[in-house]
């Protein structure tokens, strides 16, 4: 073929014209063909595309023997290899990329890395040789190494299909996918530098073949880096529409990939830079699914129609080419592959065992199957014969080979993984996850029972079949254990229960971590930042991620903090004299005053700026040449005004001149240029003088610190940038500790469903709050460094949560009816202008004088009528770092809010008005620590009881608090009786329920506000021997928050706090005083009152 034409697929362009062809008739009835294959043969892909690429192959057949059909199919025959190879591979390995998690390639680069470059050279080598030694079309050596690298690519996306189905652990997933791309970022390198150039193999020799290596991989990872940030701006931006998101992703792909072609870096290399920076938390709240979804379309449409245009490709060529001893080869060349693979995984398996714990020699087997081929070696096939600089006979052939060797790795590789793995052991569940996965389903069979004996209460349902509503309620799920473990393994030890319950706290902190984030709770950065830290943890055996891992992983406000101190000592401050000068001296004063003049200082810098020309003239040998007299001059009136700048200074300032380090420059400075001067006149007296030339000359370089004055001015500046990044530095590390305080609270709830073993619950639940007791310390640090900082994130989070709020309740109008879509997306357009809007919020907020935190106390409602009463009676506390402000035992002085600072609660578990040796044992045993910040109230249910302090409070850092003593409580209690009283218990009982019963109440708005204005809950009080009859219509959660009951039924008591099952119907207190949250239902609460709803009597 001329080498002027354009590289074709077949190898061949026609000889007569074309005219009106219907190509895109072809391209959508492939499409179609496609999909219903997929629709009718499910889960087996490689038969599809086998099914595909023979209805290719008969159409390009018809298409060798008949022109019209020649016709048809002409413009795909016609297309440059490279065309649809810029077609189709972007969305491929977007798609590949995006599915990769970017931690876990991280944690194992240099083993994915290492198995991946010695699979490709062994590889290329090994196939090669075959080709060029068992082929009988007799390719020369070029043609044989161009058809091994072609066969070394493994298809990201196949290569872990089959594994995804059974259940494999994602990690070797990752790997898999990971060595995957690496191999394929390798092999198109290295294609390009074929496609870039006639020159052959050699060409790895030279040096400009490095250079152009370096910008191929740095230059696609800093144009792909990039990128990701531009698409993740446009992706999570709230007002963007969905449409418009799906059509900006799907070209930026493109766009990336071709804007990194035209620059001469890596294409491949910056969409995979591209994908691994992108994660669910890139996009803006439930549309990463849509996308995703997009794209895998499109990638399994890309598919079917490589497949299919390549079988009419092969179809196009001699039939005669078609001998036994091809397929001799192709069977060769397919046993070859996986014997070297098998042998590249033998050697080194020392290094992935070492690498991971988790690694062992049956995940060696595993991967030695997963060389899957597909369609990125179907997309080299064609360079085969275009990029060899002898061509080879048959070009379609090589295509031949690739596309069923692709095929054949597709189902035999397959097969072979997925009954590896099961029978491996690697394809089920481990034991202790068999265990996890029992007290799950376990968990939800108890919840279906109790939601059906809830039912059978209802009126309304009193026909229903109840037997039949169990049958087809009961959950059959058998969990498949595998051959191995069910033989082999012995029952797990609690080393081996808590490793499972590791991995399983990892991912529910991960996935609260995420909710946080779409709930608005947590910023972006934080979120990322948090889980990628988690993920670092997990590979570490026994290792439970801690606050102090995530601070470790932030370590950039240290150097801040490092630069600002150096840029504080850098500032220049002007230095007063020890003396002013007496108007009788005039010449003195006149100095003073030039002195210490703004003028004086402008003209400083501008002398200093107006010598940068001069400086660059110098620096010019040419012009320098030509301008010697004038540039001496000019350096003899410089340095004459540096003289008398400073001989001024030192004449009013004396000594204390060189107590500032600006100073001491400027007459470093004036000292250079002193001797300079001097070496150019001793140079005019003696110009044979080498060494004094030289002199000269090294001190006309050093004329450049003459500038570094200037540099003064922009101290200030660089110190206030500096301080707005701590303090968003530091705003994002009170988010992230936050978000890692609530993760551990969520944790904590549904570590019963982890492990049903006391031994294993103990222990993680005493993990886990050693961890949230850490954070919380930590979090009061941060707290009372930038309470400026505190205050503005807090501030900035309120006001979202009030605007998701108002989301909330604008969802519930649309459903209802009330205002119609119109209308609703134009409102919701408003609310999220509000929320954008607050990525302008300030970094830092003033903290509000001492009396207006009286504002904050919740029970008071800002009211001015209750705020006045207690501003009267309220009185500053202040105490040092290690005070005691009350101990254990104590009878209570008052309440403390705390205005700045943390004090930590030690004590016995608290023990909710009952005795604690009645309680059954569900809970740690563990002294009780809490840490109390500013807002936080200190001592109010010990002032409610008058009772001895169940804990002590100690200071923990410097502390001011509004004190109230607990005389003016009681008077204020009587003023404004009985509200004010009742308030502090509600909002006691608020806080009890949500720390303990939190996702039992998800769906409850429980604000104080709320119940409140609409009495939507309420605290009922029950003294011993008191009866309370619940009423099931309108009452929706009965929870006791002090104190103990017993139901009168079956006569079984319940301490605080806990949650009275649905079934009970009466209730008596069995304490001296109990409390009771009620929780009404949200339907009929409007109609009901309390005393319809409950009804107390005591007993004679």
């Not at 693979?341 to 080194?348: F, N, P, S, Y």
């Amino acid at each position: 073929m001329n080498s002027t034409k354009t590289d074709v697929l077949c190898g061949w362009t026609s000889d007569y014209p074309v005219g009106e062809t219907h190509f895109i008739v072809l391209v959508c009835s492939i499409i179609v063909l496609g999909g219903f294959l997929k629709s009718y043969i499910k889960n087996s892909e490689v038969i599809v595309l086998s099914i595909l690429s023979l209805s290719g192959f008969v159409l390009g057949q018809l298409a060798y023997r008949f022109v019209k059909i020649h016709k048809f199919v002409y413009p795909l025959l016609s297309t440059s290899s490279f065309s649809l190879y810029c077609y189709f591979l972007p969305i491929i390995m977007f798609v590949a990329a995006l599915d990769m998690d970017f931690y876990v390639l991280k944690n194992e680069f240099w083993q994915v890395l290492l198995i991946g470059s010695i699979s490709c050279c062994v590889s290329v080598a090994a196939t090669g040789y075959v080709a060029l030694k068992l082929n009988k079309e007799m390719w020369d050596s070029q043609s044989s190494v161009l058809f091994g690298i072609t066969l070394t690519i493994i298809d990201p996306l196949h290569s872990v299909n089959s594994l995804k189905t059974i259940g494999v652990s994602k990690m070797f997933i990752n790997t898999v996918r990971g060595e995957s791309l690496i191999m394929c970022s390798i092999t198109f390198i290295v294609i390009g530098f074929f496609r870039a150039t006639t020159i052959h193999i050699n060409i790895f020799e030279d040096l400009d073949a490095l250079l152009t290596l370096s910008l191929q991989i740095f230059g696609g990872i800093i144009c792909g880096y990039l990128c990701a940030r531009i698409i993740q701006f446009i992706l999570i931006d709230l007002l963007s529409n969905t449409l418009s998101n799906v059509i900006l992703c799907f070209s930026m792909v493109y766009m990336t990939f071709y804007i990194a072609e035209v620059f001469g870096t890596s294409g491949i290399i910056a969409l995979i830079t591209v994908g691994l920076n992108l994660d669910s938390l890139s996009f803006k709240p439930r549309i990463e699914l849509v996308i995703t979804k997009f794209l895998i379309m499109f990638s399994s449409v890309y598919h079917q129609l490589i497949y299919t245009f390549f079988g009419i490709v092969i179809g196009c060529g001699e039939i005669k080419k078609f001998k036994f001893h091809n397929i001799v080869f192709i069977f060769i060349s397919f046993v070859i592959l996986n014997i070297v693979r098998l042998v590249i995984m033998v050697l080194v398996s020392p290094v992935i065992m070492h690498s991971s714990y988790k690694n062992s020699w049956r995940w060696g087997v595993i991967i030695s199957w997963s060389g899957i081929k597909g369609v990125l070696n179907l997309l080299l096939a064609p360079e085969v014969y275009n990029l060899a600089e002898t061509k080879i006979r048959s070009p379609h052939m090589c295509i031949l080979y690739v596309q069923v060797i692709s095929l054949l790795t597709m189902g035999i590789n397959s097969y072979m993984m997925i009954q590896s793995a099961r029978t491996l052991g690697l394809g089920s569940s481990s034991l202790p996850r068999q265990i996890a996965m029992q007290n799950a389903i376990e968990h939800i069979r108890e919840i279906i029972q109790n939601t059906i004996t809830l039912f059978k209460t209802e009126k309304i349902l009193a026909n229903v079949n109840w037997t039949l509503v169990e049958e087809k309620a009961n959950i059959e799920y058998t969990i498949p254990f595998s051959h191995v473990s069910h033989k082999k393994e012995k029952f797990p030890t609690d080393e081996d229960l808590i490793e499972e319950a590791r991995l399983h706290v990892a991912v529910i902190q991960m996935s609260s971590f995420e909710k946080q984030c779409n709930d608005g709770l947590l910023s972006v950065a934080a979120a990322q930042i948090l889980i990628g830290a988690t993920k670092s943890c997990c590979p570490i055996r026994g290792k439970f991620m801690s606050i102090y891992d995530v601070s470790t992983y932030v370590r950039a406000r240290s150097w801040l903090m490092k630069f600002k101190t150096i840029l504080t000592i850098l500032e220049y401050h002007k230095e007063k004299p020890l003396y002013i000068p007496s108007e009788n001296n005039k010449f003195s004063f006149i100095i003073y005053h030039t002195v210490f003049s703004e003028e004086f200082e402008y003209a400083q810098y501008i002398i200093t700026l107006i010598y940068i020309y001069p400086m660059i003239v110098h620096l010019w040998q040419m012009a320098r040449e030509l301008n010697v007299t004038a540039l001496i001059s000019i350096n003899y009136y410089f340095m004459l005004l540096y003289i008398l700048q400073t001989t001024f200074k030192i004449m009013i300032l004396k000594r204390k001149y060189f107590q500032q380090c600006w100073n001491t420059l400027e007459f470093l400075i004036m000292a250079v240029g002193l001797v300079d001067i001097f070496c150019i006149y001793s140079v005019r007296l003696r110009p044979e003088n080498l060494i004094l030339i030289q002199i000269t000359i090294i001190l006309g370089y050093v004329r450049m610190i003459r500038f570094l004055p200037i540099i003064k001015v922009t101290i200030p500046v660089l110190i206030n940038i500096v301080d707005v990044l701590i303090k968003k530095r530091l705003s994002l590390m009170y988010s992230i500790t936050k978000g890692y305080v609530k993760s551990q609270e969520a944790t904590k709830l549904l570590i019963k469903q982890i492990s049903s073993r006391e031994s294993i619950y103990q222990k993680l639940y005493d993990i886990l709050e050693t961890n949230r007791r850490d954070a919380m310390k930590e979090l009061g640090h941060i707290e009372h460094e930038g309470r400026d900082v505190v205050i503005a994130l807090k501030s900035k989070q309120a006001i979202q949560n009030v605007i998701c709020k108002a989301q909330k309740n604008l969802t519930f109008l649309w459903s209802r009816g009330i205002i119609d879509k119109h209308e609703g997306i134009e409102i919701n357009k408003v609310l999220l202008k509000k929320i954008k809007a607050l990525n302008n919020f300030p970094v830092a907020i003033p903290p509000p004088t001492p009396d207006k935190y009286l504002h904050n106390i919740i029970w008071l409602e800002n009211k001015e009528i209750l705020t006045d009463f207690f501003k009267k009676k309220a009185k500053l506390a202040c105490f040092d770092y290690g005070d005691i402000i009350y101990k254990e035992g104590e009878m209570p002085q008052g309440i403390y809010l705390i205005i700045s600072g943390m004090a930590i609660l030690r004590g016995s578990p608290p023990s909710f008005g009952t005795d604690n040796t009645l309680k059954p044992d569900r809970e740690s045993k563990a002294m009780f620590t809490e840490f109390c910040t500013s807002g936080d109230i200190i001592g109010e249910l010990s002032c409610l009881l008058k009772r001895e302090s169940e804990y002590t409070a100690i200071c923990e850092t410097t502390l001011q608090a509004c004190f109230i003593s607990l005389e003016d409580l009681y008077e204020g209690f009587d003023v404004f009786w009985p509200s004010l009283e009742y308030k502090i218990w509600l909002k006691l009982a608020l806080h009890t329920a949500s720390q303990y019963f939190e996702s039992s109440l998800v769906d409850e708005d429980l604000t104080f506000q709320k119940c409140v204005e609409s009495n939507h809950a309420y605290v009922e009080t029950l003294s011993s021997y008191n009866e309370m009859i619940i009423d099931k219509v309108t009452i929706k959660f009965v929870i006791i928050v002090y104190g103990s009951v017993i139901d009168m039924k079956t006569e079984k008591h319940y301490f605080a706090p806990f949650m009275i099952p649905k079934s009970c119907e009466q209730l008596q207190g069995t304490s001296e005083l109990s409390k009771l949250l009620i929780i009404l239902a949200s339907e009929p609460a409007n109609n009901v009152n309390n005393n319809t709803t409950v009804t107390v009597f005591g007993l004679a």
